[in-house]
DNA sequence: AAATTATTTTAGATTTGCCTAAATTTTGCT
DNA sequence: AGCAAAATTTAGGCAAATCTAAAATAATTT
């Protein structure tokens, strides 16, 4: 069993490892996204380096061991669930349930999190349309565009997620009823500023910048 | 807001008085309540005094404030609002929410208690029959019997609590379909040994000993 | 009213997680 | 290759929460 700030540390390599697609992580980048001195962070990585769920090699960063990933993959599942617990039993919107799930994930109870997936019939993706890892840490895929680099005039697409979980975003968003599971049309795309004007769901016209486009993720039809 | 240990201290201290029915809980007690040393309740005792929660006087013990109990009430509050969840949602058996309702009851959000209540239904009593208290920290009264007490032959009652939780007797309990809102009907007192044959919801004929009658509780009819 | 016992507090350490400043090592650049 | 900049580690310290042992105080018994 993990401490409150070990299990912290974990997903902050967890999430570093993702974002750059690299193999490891370096000391820097983990305290950036710890907000603590690099000093700490050689501190946290001996010892879980000395827990076995690090690889770390003096000045050269770190990568996870096998139980190092799983139990990360553990945590994300968690956090994942409690948001979706959170946003369609409780009625939280999206910009307030990451706040809370930070702290739900650390209770520790495998029966916990097994029954509150079979409560939530077994989601695949939480309210901000990221995968859930299954009891194994697998993800489910789907096939997923960035509305961004979407042109093409009159044609429908569904929301599937956004890519920033900025509280603001996510309630800008919520005003123009733009939120997973809403259908969206393109009506005209402009490629010199590459702003896109939208139909939403409400037959409302918006129109967005492609700095909102780009952190948009939807699927045709 | 207070440290996770800062809160079960406030929740040792209000265990304690609540049984003892005194207005003061002494070091020996919380430190036995704890499980640590009586110098770590010196020490933490003298930090909820700085912090009012506790009125502290070197020798003689403390007692809450008045936002020192709001505190406790609202822990008491989260505590059993958890375990409800726990077991009319999650299907837990009322022997194992207890452990997780430990962790749960220290999430910081207000918010979410809320929400948890409203989507609960506002329960009034949790899995255990203990009074929830209500946002302002007031408890919902009701008379009961100890099942001890009662010798009445061929009365019947409804089950609405225990006064211990310990898991095994909990666990017993479930296999003699004896729990919160069932029925149970007196068939025989033996005052000798203040033993009691009962005949639970199912038919089955129980002889209790005056152990186990004294920890349930029951109202008539 | 002493003396003994029980309780509580103080003193001094330990562990965890954090900090700043200094030393070390690596990386990037001319 | 050599130097400067960047990153990392080490050293030393601090606060929270714990411990054990010793000292102080209160309660109980004779
Ligand atoms: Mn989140
Ligand atoms: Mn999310
Ligand atoms: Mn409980
Ligand atoms: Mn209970």
Redesign the interface.
């Known amino acids: 069993m993990l401490s409150i700030a070990e299990e912290n540390y974990l997903k902050a390599i967890y999430k570093i490892l993702e974002k750059t697609g690299s193999k490891e992580a370096s000391t820097k980048l983990i305290a950036q996204e710890m907000g603590t001195s690099s000093a700490s962070v050689t501190d946290m990585i001996r010892k879980l380096n000395e827990k076995e769920l690090l690889n770390y090699e003096k000045y050269y960063g770190v990568s996870f061991t096998k139980e190092g990933l799983k139990y990360s993959l553990d945590l994300i599942r968690k956090h994942r669930l409690w948001e979706y617990f ?1 946003h369609t ?4 919107s999206w910009d ?1 349930i990451h ?2 799930a930070e ?2 994930e650390h ?3 495998e ?2 999190i097994d ?2 997936d079979q ?1 939530l019939d077994y989601p695949k993706y939480d309210p901000h349309g990221d995968p859930i890892p299954n009891k194994n840490g697998s993800f489910t895929f789907r096939t997923q565009f960035i509305l961004g680099n979407l042109t093409e005039k009159n044609k429908e697409f569904i929301v599937l997620g956004v890519r920033s979980h900025d509280s603001e975003f996510l309630q800008y968003l919520d005003s123009l009823v733009i939120q997973p599971g809403r259908r969206l049309k393109i009506l005209e795309y402009n490629a010199f500023d590459q702003s896109h004007l939208l139909q939403n769901e409400d037959h409302k016209i918006l129109s967005i910048s492609n700095k909102i486009s780009n952190e948009i993720l939807v699927k045709e039809l």
């Not at 039993?89 to 939280?92: A, E, P, S, V």
Request: glycine fraction near 0%; charge should be positive.
């Open positions: 959170l039993q409780l009625q939280f307030k706040e809370i702290q739900l209770v520790k109870s029966e916990l029954r509150l409560f």
